[in-house]
Each structure stands twice: as structure tokens, then as C-alpha cells.
T-cell receptor
């Protein structure tokens, strides 16, 4: 169990550019989550996958945001035409199925949009 | 809709003193409740959780929490604070209605005075 990993850990971009983040969940976990955390706030749920199916999307996930999990393993989160308000920590979490309710979080990707 | 309220954005205690971090939730269905800790520039680590069964839950690092349905509370306590407990603490509730994402409070920053 190597834990949830996220890459890159930090990203600085200019407004209007596209960015993509990657999350590798714990290997046997079939559920994967994306959250966004702004300074001084708790994480806010963005979206959730069970295997490769995206089952839930928050209204926070505007049409500039897209997430994929093509083979039910790693996931990517893309933000198109970034805005300064997108600056935040993007957290990924995974959990196993059934009654195992604990979500295990990765270290996050910190995005700064200039 | 689920919500979590954490009273006190900052709590300061002396080393060796009791730690009490407050969390109240709202949920239309029996909740699953979690406490996570976040150290600077890191992801979230689970301290403890309540799903079913015993309402007093023990977690890592000497923390415990009690689920009180009548008070809709899940306060986090530790009998004796240690300097290493200084961190950000988040209470979370699992969304109901089939949704799987966690709803977090805004967090409480715990400060330990020597």
C-alpha cells in the first residue's frame, strides 16, 4: 500500500491556460474522488468515480472542468481556460467498496493561476 | 443537504491540557461522521470515524469523539495536548441520498501553547 499519489505537487500557470492533474489511487480501491480546497476552507467535493464510471458531479464542477478515469485506475482532472479563482489545492482520495467508508487522501496539487 | 459546523476557527490550549474541538452536523439520514487532520502542505489523514455501533469512537494519537444524535454533535477530544497536535482539524459528514462525497466543515486550527 503506497498510498494515494498526485502529480504534480505544484503548478503555476497563467490565466487562460489549460492544466491537467493526475491522481493514482491505492491499487485495490475502485472509488476515486476529487476535492478542491481554498485557503482557510475545508475541502469541497467535486466529483466521484466508481471504477471508470463518473457517478456524481458537484455543481462546483463548471464546464471548464473535466475528469476522467479511463481504465478504472488513475484519474485526470483538467481545467480549461484557467481563471484566478481556480487557484486552490486539488485533493484526490480513494476508498475500497462495500462498507469500507474511509476515504484516503493524497498530498494534493497546489495550483496558482497568475 | 448535508452541512457541518465547526465552532471556533482557532482553538488554543496549553500543552498537557484537554483538547475539545466542536462539530455539529445536519443530515436527513443517519450520518457517517469523520475527523481528519491536516498538517501544513499535506493531504488529510483520518483520525477517527463513526459509521454504526458504539457511539464513543477512539482514533489515532489519543483522540476520541462521541456521536450524540440528540445534539447532532460529534466533538473531538484528547485528554492531554502535545505540541505535535498543532494542525488543522476537519469534521466531515458523508452525504446522504445515495451521494458519496464528503461534506467538510471549515476547519479548526489547533494551537498548542508551551
Amino acid at each position: 500500500d503506497t498510498g494515494v499519489s498526485q502529480n504534480p505537487r505544484h503548478k503555476i500557470t497563467k490565466r487562460g491556460q489549460n492544466v491537467t492533474f493526475r491522481c493514482d489511487p491505492i491499487s485495490e480501491h475502485n472509488r476515486l474522488y476529487w476535492y478542491r480546497q481554498t485557503l482557510g476552507q475545508g475541502p469541497e467535493f467535486l466529483t466521484y468515480f466508481q471504477n471508470e464510471a463518473q457517478l456524481e458531479k458537484s455543481r462546483l464542477l463548471s464546464d471548464r472542468f473535466s475528469a476522467e478515469r479511463p481504465k478504472g485506475s488513475f484519474s485526470t482532472l483538467e481545467i480549461q481556460r484557467t481563471e484566478q479563482g481556480d487557484s486552490a489545492m486539488y485533493l484526490c482520495a480513494s476508498r475500497g467498496g462495500g462498507t469500507q467508508e474511509t476515504q484516503y487522501f493524497g498530498p494534493g496539487t497546489r495550483l496558482l493561476v497568475l | 443537504a448535508q452541512s457541518v459546523t465547526q465552532l471556533g476557527s482557532h482553538v488554543s490550549v496549553s500543552e498537557g491540557a484537554l483538547v475539545l474541538l466542536r462539530c455539529n452536523y445536519s443530515s436527513s439520514v443517519p450520518p457517517y461522521l469523520f475527523w481528519y487532520v491536516q498538517y501544513p502542505n499535506q493531504g488529510l489523514q483520518l483520525l477517527l470515524k463513526y459509521t454504526t455501533g458504539a457511539t464513543l469512537v477512539k482514533g489515532i494519537n489519543g483522540f476520541e469523539a462521541e456521536f450524540k444524535k440528540s445534539e447532532t454533535s460529534f466533538h473531538l477530544t484528547k485528554p492531554s495536548a502535545h505540541m505535535s497536535d498543532a494542525a488543522e482539524y476537519f469534521c466531515a459528514v458523508k452525504s446522504g441520498g445515495g451521494a458519496d462525497g464528503l461534506t467538510f466543515g471549515k476547519g479548526t486550527h489547533l494551537i498548542i501553547q508551551p
